[in-house]
Nanobody, 123 residues
Framework: QVQLAESGGGLVQSGDSLRLSCAASGRTFRSYAMGWFRQAPGKEREFVAAISWSGGSTAYADSVKGRFTISRDNAKNTVSLQMNSLKPEDTAVYYC????????????????WGQGTQVTVSS
């Protein structure tokens, strides 16, 4: 079992940067691929970015490609999401999640989720 806790959210202005972190408990962290999802008010939770267990493969939603970077540190059991050039449409609750499958862009593949952290981008 993996427990996940996000941090780093906040209120920023359009064009600013923000770095989200997700701390994972459990000795099997490096066995999991990790992903970030987000959910805006009135919308479904959507995929943002994911990284394989080794960190060798990453995937991004088209809407964040070139602006967001996902990374992980298996020694510290953390995964991060560096968000640059933020836009008001990036406003959402951001969740980190873990999966043992290779389907890292698919929400149903993820079995453990954090509680989320709010990101608000003002124009």
């Amino acid at each position: 079992q993996v427990q996940l806790a996000e941090s780093g959210g906040g209120l920023v202005q359009s064009g600013d940067s923000l770095r989200l972190s997700c701390a994972a408990s459990g000795r099997t962290f490096r066995s999991y691929a990790m992903g970030w999802f987000r959910q805006a008010p009135g919308k479904e939770r959507e995929f943002v970015a994911a990284i394989s267990w080794s960190g060798g493969s990453t995937a991004y939603a088209d809407s964040v490609k070139g602006r967001f970077t996902i990374s992980r540190d298996n020694a510290k059991n953390t995964v991060s999401l560096q968000m640059n050039s933020l836009k008001p449409e990036d406003t959402a609750v951001y969740y980190c999640a873990s999966t043992r499958t290779a389907a890292i862009t698919v929400r149903p593949a993820y079995d453990y989720w954090g509680q989320g952290t709010q990101v608000t981008v003002s124009s």
